[in-house]
């Protein structure tokens, strides 16, 4: 069954082409988030130290203009006295010069049993001459501090400094959020005699500050659109396109013969990538990969076929000492004419090397013949009362007589625990790690005709346990 090549949507988020990319934007989020926002915040303590500033003149201009030996009778003769009247002219200008202030007033804090102020001027509507009875009964009213000047008021009245607050203005006044500077007045002598203040609605300003981060907004969003946009083509020509041309080529190779390695390589080079960075290091490294291999290859299956050759005339393998194939069937020679005569017992053990190929592939065929000696001395030193046979490059066949088949379970334990306690090993090299599939059979009298029914149960289950392996390290091993 052909397998398909249309991607999930966790497969498709996972791959580069989109993570890199969506990363990136995020980033640029976050970055134009903070940019706002301290950008905003920015503003705001700007603007809040401007208006600071400001009430600061306005609150001097007030004190100046203030006689503070009539406060007394400013409360109680207000809005029938000539002076009263004319001051309540000037601070009128004063507020109309400055058209973020929403109230001017001026108060007496004091400290009773709780801090009370008492209404000296209030300017809370539009000047007129005909003053509403319910202003003239408010001038000399005293009422409880609101609790953030209450909490200020030694600062007021004791070490004569100004404070401001940011304070939610009451039902029905102007605006929701204002900014109230007071300043402390004191007489001739330097006694604290009464408050000039002033508060400014800031609903202007933040709103003036939502129009500067509009803008702020517009203008990141246009420039980052433009960098992304650059940044998708470049990733795309110098990452993307590269990788995708190599995988489009390895993704279509064939490995069954010479010919089929020597086009691998071809395909490689016909590419031509050139892009001026780590990809042209990736590209170098597949292409010498894929020489390297095909030589390998080649030598290797040269090599194969001279050893099978040289194997077959001689009774010793050359490389492992053990007996080799020749022997090996001379050998089943005699167990056949032993089944024969109906007086044997014995079993098969069947060994195949596991990681050759990925040995030899990896590090050479030195390094894989290292490798097959050193299997061959872990089997022979768990089966040293048996004769070992090496019957092909990586299989080799143990046949348990006498002794050694009264010990055929203990044996083939033992063989196993060897070849699992060195693949495990991490200490030792990659190529010293020896591994084996291994299958066990008894001749069954009666049962088996032949010495070949018994070799294949045991084929049989060492190739289930070669399945296995395959299952838990990969196929290539």
Known sequence: ???????????????????????????????????????????????????????????????????????????????????????????????????????????????????????????????????????????????????????????????????????????????????????????????????????????????????????????????????????????????????????????????????????????????????????DDLYNALLTAMKDSVYYMTSFNKTQTELQEINEIVSKDSLTGVRSKSAYHDYIKHVEDDIKAGNTTFAVLMIDLNDLKYVNDTFGHEKGNEYIKGCAQIICTACKRAPVFRVGGDEFVVILQGKAYDMRTEIYQTLADAFELSVSNTNTPEYAKYSASIGISEYGKGVDNSYVDVFNRADAMMYKAKQQFKKEHGSYR
């Open 1 to 279: 069954m052909a397998k398909s090549n249309k991607l999930t949507l966790t497969q498709k988020y996972m791959r580069l082409k989109t993570r890199i990319p969506f990363l990136f934007v995020l980033a640029i989020m976050l970055i134009s988030a903070s940019i706002m926002s301290i950008s905003f915040k920015r503003y705001e303590d700007l603007n809040i130290k401007k208006h600071i500033d400001m009430a600061d003149g306005i609150t001097t201009l007030m004190a100046q203009a203030l006689d503070t030996d009539k406060i007394d009778d400013f409360i109680e003769e207000n809005y029938s006295s000539q002076d009263y009247m004319s001051l309540l002219k000037y601070y009128y200008m004063l507020k109309d010069s400055y058209p973020d202030v929403a109230y001017v007033y001026v108060y007496k804090l004091f400290k009773d049993d709780v801090v009370k102020a008492t209404v000296i001027m209030d300017l809370d509507e539009a000047y007129t001459e005909d003053v509403p009875q319910e202003s003239i009964d408010w001038i000399g009213d005293t009422f409880i501090a609101d609790e953030q000047f209450a909490n200020d008021i030694d600062k007021l009245v004791t070490l004569h400094q100004p404070v401001w607050h940011i304070v939610h203005a009451r039902e029905g006044e102007v605006g929701d959020r204002l900014l109230s500077y007071v300043k402390p007045v004191q007489d001739k002598d330097g006694h604290y005699v009464c408050c000039v203040c002033v508060a400014f609605s800031l609903d202007g300003m933040y709103a003036k500050g939502l129009d500067f981060l509009i803008e702020i907004v517009i203008i990141i969003s246009v420039i980052a659109f433009i960098i992304i946009i650059i940044f998708n083509i470049l990733l795309h020509r110098i990452l993307f396109q590269p990788l995708e041309q190599m995988t489009d080529a390895i993704s279509n190779f064939k490995y069954d013969t010479d010919s089929n390695r020597f086009e691998n390589v071809a395909k490689i080079e016909s590419l031509k990538i050139h892009v001026r960075n780590e990809i």
